[in-house]
């Protein structure tokens, strides 16, 4: 089956994934992560896009961002891609690609799934066994979302700003997120919508964005939201 078109649109969310290529490691020491993150603030500058949850894995990332223009994030993940690969090359004395084909990614539906994206990525490193709480990895967006931490890549989107009145508050209850589990059929639907360039939202937004992109947001021949009530408690409101 042909690979669908990712969807990009102004101002609406995104869940990038990049893999290393066969699963092999992209990142080979802390100066390697340090460098992506630098790159890829730069490259959100010039291309426009806001970033407000990352998080570098051995062989993968994940980002979560909105592109004020329609081409912003491919532009960034198209430049940023180049650039760390001609880095890894050169630093390490080796040849030939790094990255697994062109990366992965969904719109995200901002009233019930932004946050719940946001923690997706930011837990990476527990699911994958590495830390027992996403604040004791360096190298997501965790500690500057709801820690002291000052990050400048990241952007605060509106979901995240309304969680609180002040900073403080802010992060308080983003910390508060982080009690409650993710079910394993949310993550299932969190992966399939990004592997498969669907959207990650509930009907109403999915048609909205396929009456404005001309293309199916979903597969065929599925029953559409059927657990949607049950993301209402976990975006926010918990």
Not at 145 to 158: E, G, S, V, Y
Not at 197 to 217: D, S
Request: charged residues 20%; contains cysteine; hydrophobic residues 35%.
């Amino acid at each position: 089956m042909a690979r669908l078109p990712r969807l990009n649109l102004p101002g609406i969310p995104q869940h990038v994934i990049q893999r290393g290529n066969n699963r092999q490691a992209c990142f080979f020491a802390e100066q390697d992560y340090a460098v992506y993150l630098d790159r890829l603030r730069q490259y959100a500058k010039q291309y426009a896009v806001s970033v407000h949850a990352y998080v570098l894995m051995t062989n993968h990332v994940h980002l979560l961002m909105t592109p004020a223009t329609e081409k912003g994030v491919s532009q960034l993940m198209q430049s940023l891609g180049r650039f760390y690969v001609r880095y890894i090359n050169q630093t390490y004395q080796r040849s030939g690609t790094l990255w697994e084909g062109r990366y992965k990614s969904a719109l995200v539906d901002c009233e019930r799934y932004f946050l719940l994206v946001s923690r997706y990525i930011e837990l990476n490193p527990v699911r994958a066994d590495m830390v027992a709480h996403p604040a004791e990895y360096p190298w997501s967006s965790y500690q500057g979302n709801a820690l002291d931490k000052a990050i400048a890549l990241l952007t605060p989107h509106p979901c995240y700003i309304a969680l609180g009145a002040t900073p403080l508050l802010r992060k308080a209850a983003y910390q508060a997120l982080f009690r409650h589990h993710i079910p394993d059929y949310t993550l299932k639907e969190v992966r399939d919508a990004t592997n498969k360039a669907w959207v990650l939202g509930e009907g109403r937004f999915k048609e909205q964005i396929a009456k404005q992109t001309g293309r199916r947001t979903s597969p065929l021949g599925r029953g559409g939201d059927r657990k949607s009530a049950d993301f209402k408690g976990l975006s926010g409101n918990q």
